[in-house]
């Protein structure tokens, strides 16, 4: 099961733009799947689902919009530390998360502080409003900065956390404990239920590992190991994560069975589990030559890997946004750019924020800028 990302190591520079822009091809995928745009699509396949072939929907959700402010949060505190002035690294991604909130048409009441404008505020794309999280719109308007100890949506463990959170993992020269520190704590901005913070700091544990050169497989097990040493974890996330595991390792599974398994990518757990699973169940077949391109010379493996989880991902029939964006940005954390399908890259909507966001993060942490 084991994939090599290929004869070369991906820089850290093109898996931190593979896994944002994988990440919001896998969101608009998954996002036309769950407002039904993409119904032509399905009457191609022949009621197969979506194939991951041909051109695709372009739109991307609010799970790519709240990256993309994580993104920006951990850029302004990262430009602090580096001019030597330390910051509150979670009062900046609030700081980020409340100018999001006001491009969705909500007010944060008096009380909460009024964020100065940024260069990511400019792009129309991320104005838009893309059926948000109900949880993340809810928690930000409280105008209070929710933390572990004093939380607000206290029983709220959907997937609006998980999907935002590959960007802690994307940061280089910081310890794993670190990692999940800063994305758990993210996390208790707008979702109070430990399950939700711990979900999202194990899937940014496995970005981090991922973008430190770690295969797949063995990543994804030393991640399911961690999430049974948590202290209060509800049991679901490592349940989830182990069948997630087992379903891959077994081979065909049912979409009855996946769900039942995995659940539908409506809570944080369930939403990481069901991206692990198609990552994990996709490994290229036959057809495949060893060069890496298919017999026809089209798509490369990372390529064809990239289409068939993804699809696999938004076709589970659950929360098909969410999934699809957790898948992207796993594979391209793996792989780096050179996964992500040119035909889909095409139809992406504003690549220049995306690629924009991802070279400001690239010029804070690394000297590849």
Known sequence: MSIEPGPSVPALKSRIHGCLLGGALGDSLGYAVGTGSVEEIRRRSVGRGITGSGPMPGTFSDETQLTLYTVDGLVEALEWANSGVGADVNACLWLAYLRWLGTQGEAAPASAPTPQPRWIDGHAALRQRRNPSATCISGLATGEMGTSVRPVNPESKDWGTVVRSAPFGLIPHITPDAVYKLSADAASL????????????????????????????????????????????????????????????????????????????????????????????????????????????????????????????????GQSDATGSLAGNILGAYYGEECLPADWLESLEAPEAIRGMAGLLVGVTTAEG
């Open 190 to 317: 707008t979702h109070g239920h430990p399950a939700a913070r711990q979900a999202s700091g194990i899937f940014s544990l496995l970005v981090h590992r991922l973008v430190s050169g770690e295969a797949l497989p063995e990543a994804a097990s030393a991640v399911t190991a961690h999430a049974h040493t948590l202290g209060g974890v509800a049991h679901e996330l490592p349940e989830r994560l182990e069948a997630a595991l087992s379903l891959a390792a077994r081979g065909v599974t049912t979409k009855e069975e996946l769900i039942e398994a995995l659940g539908d990518g409506r809570t944080a757990e369930d939403a990481l589990a069901v991206a692990l699973y198609a990552v994990l169940a996709t490994v290229p077949g036959t057809g495949t030559d060893d060069d890496g391109t298919d017999d026809d010379g089209t798509d490369t493996l990372p390529v064809r890997h990239f289409r068939e989880a993804v699809s696999l991902a938004v076709n589970h029939g």
